[in-house]
């Protein structure tokens, strides 16, 4: 089954981190660029970083640089994205997406993507 699932979502207080997995079956995630995008209640989904197909560049929006980071582990088919000292404001439904024929030297918009995960629900508490 081709499927790309997120997880590692969850409940944090502020300042806190989380590690959010995204992990492909059916298809070699190395082969693709990885977006993520994150939607609180009541906004549209936004891009808020990348990780490059080729040479594992990343981007990200200015609402997360320096605070979050994307990685690859090909071995295990997963992209990570590494979200340190948490806000209120991060608080979202956290997704990523693979695109075999997209770049990363800008945060993506919400066009189609070839595969996109269903979603995890990162709250951060004050």
């Known amino acids: 089954q081709v499927q790309l699932v997120e997880s590692g979502g969850g409940l944090v207080q502020l300042g806190g981190s989380l590690r959010l997995p995204c992990a492909a079956s059916g298809f070699t995630l190395a082969y693709y660029a990885i977006g993520w995008f994150r939607q609180a209640p009541g906004k549209e989904r936004e891009g808020i970083g990348c990780?490059?197909?080729?040479?594992?560049?990343?981007f990200y929006a200015d609402s997360v640089k320096g605070r979050f980071t994307i990685s690859r582990d090909n071995a295990k088919n997963t992209v990570y994205l590494q979200m340190n000292s948490l806000k209120p404001e991060d608080t979202a439904v956290y997704f990523c997406a693979a695109d075999l024929g997209s770049l990363c030297y800008r945060v993506w918009d919400s066009s189609p993507r070839d595969y996109w995960g269903q979603g995890t629900q990162v709250t951060v508490s004050l």
């Open positions: 990780i490059g197909r080729i040479d594992n560049n990343t």
